[in-house]
């Protein structure tokens, strides 16, 4: 009996060691010990293998995500967008360079296959060195293949101007904080939230509960089958593991599979991912399938934020429209469990970070350019204290080919409110949108807006703003609010009734009044 059991003990190690073929832990394949010995000598030869190849495979997007990082901090950085700023007189652009929105390709490998060179790199913040080594390093704490990373929030780009804070209140949320930790937060220790893409949820989640179980509500005694139905299939496809301490750090990870990852970016199914990325964030692992549908997701959030804006307008005010997107219909912001001023704040703190995000992506649009005199001295991009004034083309036909690039499922709920603004019989609008699945399907003209996309764009502004709006509060309202109550299980209470705790006293601190040197503009 004393053989049988160490033998399943060496397997176990094993196995949670492995990066694929999960079925090789089924129970039922250790009945007889001729397999058990078969199983047990291949896991050990296979975990070597998977190990060693899943290092070098995310030594190498790392490699690449710094490749990328260091492109966007170029002195051609605000221009790094716009193809033929990549082309060279032996590799001229293309038409197809231009073009690349009509048929994104999203079976794409390799970074070498997006677009054009340095495409989406306006994507990579910079931040503070030891500090992206030190998030860089959680993700090396978990066996389980993590295939896209990014880290985002408050706890990465503070949202304000925190007081010291004691030893004492650094240990109450990091018990042992690296000093880089502690100068990034700038006195205001906070939570890091993280999100991880995996290619294969339950597998994943396999992995993740031999070696952390202790990451997990009592959902997790129900095993890896449970914990991946509920990500997804309940509310928008994350499932989050608040409040867990690695290497002293308090975090917060959620856990997607990159195929919702990519069609949230690309066709704004739920927004919640989507909205998220409209934000800086700091990619810590790139995958080139994901970085092609992040810059629709970028180009597209612009493009909304364009047609409600009035055709002159700061960028400030364009950055608060674009960070205000994935906070209409969020049911948290109609209970006091939200910092009413958190848009204002995420912006006015951040202005940089989203200039570096978004400038590329105006200077790459023919509709829209910065009409400011202090774009013409170099280096204008790390400025910060001038905010620019930017104008838009407010043709029909253009902004009418704006409407026609909103992303897929967004597009299809716009259109019906308008079919019922206009009275467009059944019959004659299932006609226009079966046209549109046909461009869809060939990807020609697939960008080019029609006389109805050209009525859209000429409503009142007013009513244009009011009807985006809804569609926007439509898209996130329903899969928030089932991500909001998911958490309650996936969380479970005490740290549901923490998390809530601590939102509520942010909104009580930020319903004091404001202080004198706090104004802005």
């Not at 070597?48 to 995310?58: F, L, M, R, V």
């Not at 009509?102 to 910079?126: A, C, R, S, W």
């Not at 959620?254 to 990519?262: F, K, P, R």
């Amino acid at each position: 009996m004393a053989p049988r059991m160490r033998g399943a003990r060496l397997y176990s190690v094993h196995a949670a060691r492995l990066h694929c073929r999960p079925r090789y832990n089924s129970p039922r394949s250790l009945r007889t010990p001729a397999t058990r010995l078969f199983l047990r000598t291949f896991a050990s030869d296979a975990s070597k293998d998977s190990k060693s190849e899943g290092a070098k495979a995310a030594h190498k997007i790392e490699s690449e995500t710094d490749s990328a990082v260091g492109a966007a901090g170029s002195p051609n950085e605000p221009h790094s967008q716009r193809p033929h700023s990549s082309a060279t007189p032996s590799t001229p652009s293309t038409k197809s360079d231009f073009d690349w929105e009509d048929k994104p390709n999203f079976h794409i490998e390799k970074f070498t296959e997006l677009p054009y060179t340095n495409f989406g790199v306006n994507q990579h913040m910079i931040i503070d060195r030891e500090f992206k080594e030190v998030l860089r390093q959680l993700l090396w704490r978990f066996r389980a293949p993590i295939r896209y990373a990014f880290a985002y929030g408050s706890g990465v780009f503070p949202q304000s101007k925190g007081d010291t804070a004691t030893e004492a209140e650094i240990k109450a949320v990091h018990p042992k904080a690296p000093v880089a930790v502690q100068k990034a937060q700038d006195g205001s220790p906070k939570m890091i939230d993280f999100i991880f893409g995996v290619s294969y949820t339950q597998h994943w989640h396999s992995l993740n509960l031999m070696q952390h179980r202790d990451h997990y509500s009592m959902l997790g005694s129900l095993g890896s089958g449970a914990v991946s139905y509920v990500q997804d299939k309940w509310g928008a496809g994350v499932y989050f593991n608040p409040y867990v301490t690695v290497d002293g750090i308090l975090i917060k990870y959620g856990v997607v599979n990159i195929d919702t990852l990519c069609r949230d970016l690309s066709e704004w199914d739920t927004l919640y991912l989507a909205g998220r990325l409209h934000k800086p964030v700091k990619i810590l692992r790139d995958d080139p399938r994901v970085r092609l549908a992040n810059q629709i997701n970028l180009l597209s959030a612009l493009r909304t934020a364009l047609l409600l804006l009035p055709p002159t307008f700061t960028e400030r005010e364009l950055y608060a429209t674009i960070a205000g997107i994935s906070y209409l219909g969020d049911p948290r912001m109609a209970f006091p469990t939200e910092n009413p001023k958190k848009v204002a704040n995420i912006v006015n703190h951040n202005m940089l970070n989203f200039r570096r995000l978004y400038a590329p992506l105006v200077e790459s649009l023919p509709n829209v350019d910065y009409d400011d005199p202090a774009c013409s001295k170099p280096n204008w991009i790390e400025n910060t204290d001038a905010v620019l004034r930017i104008q838009q083309d407010m043709d029909p036909v253009k902004r009418g080919n704006m409407v026609r690039r909103l992303p897929k499922a967004f597009r299809s709920k716009l259109y019906f409110e308008y079919q019922k603004k206009f009275q467009i019989p059944q019959l004659d609008f299932n006609k226009m949108m079966e046209e549109n699945k046909d461009e869809d399907a060939v990807s020609f003209k697939r960008q080019q807006g029609g006389g109805f996309e050209q009525r859209i764009a000429q409503d009142e502004p007013e009513a244009l703003r009011k009807n985006i709006r809804g569609v926007i509060k439509k898209t996130i309202n329903w899969p928030s609010t089932t991500q909001s109550v998911k958490g309650v299980i996936t969380s479970g209470f005490s740290r549901s009734f923490r998390y809530l705790g601590e939102k509520m006293a942010k909104y009580r601190e930020s319903s004091k009044p404001e202080k004198d040197d706090e104004k802005s503009s």
